[in-house]
Nanobody, 126 residues
Framework: QSQLVESGGGLVQPGGSLRLSCTSSLFFLKNYAIGWFRQAPGKERVQVSCISRSGSTTNIAESLKGRFTISRDNANNMVHLQMNRLQPEDTGVYYC???????????????????WGQGTQVSVSS
């Protein structure tokens, strides 16, 4: 059973928006740096974004800057990925992942994360 749960995926038309959420019923996300990853059909999983435990340090993949935003609400044990102006190439399964880290540290690389959700499907199509 995954310790993280993603939600918010779905089918959207090009140019539309989705907000993905990540939460856990087993532990407090404020104790973990969080990353978002996506895996497009037939491709390897790649990191989309990451956020520190404090929420003050974030990173968005260069090609997604200006369209994707990551944020967290530690009081409600949630991390969000806001995705705007979605394009067909954004289609894939989106995963959140967690790793223990210092308060303002962000973590790069899927191999660094040791807790994963089962993913939520995002499909962008007209």
């Amino acid at each position: 059973q995954s310790q993280l749960v993603e939600s918010g995926g779905g089918l959207v038309q090009p140019g539309g928006s989705l907000r993905l959420s990540c939460t856990s019923s087993l532990f407090f996300l404020k104790n973990y740096a969080i990353g978002w990853f996506r895996q497009a059909p037939g491709k390897e999983r790649v990191q989309v974004s990451c956020i520190s435990r404090s929420g003050s340090t974030t990173n968005i993949a260069e090609s997604l800057k200006g369209r994707f935003t990551i944020s967290r609400d530690n009081a409600n044990n949630m991390v969000h990925l806001q995705m705007n102006r979605l394009q067909p190439e954004d289609t894939g399964v989106y995963y959140c992942a967690a790793v223990s880290a210092d308060w303002d540290t962000i973590v790069f690389g899927g191999a660094m994360y040791d807790n994963w959700g089962q993913g939520t499907q995002v499909s962008v199509s007209s």
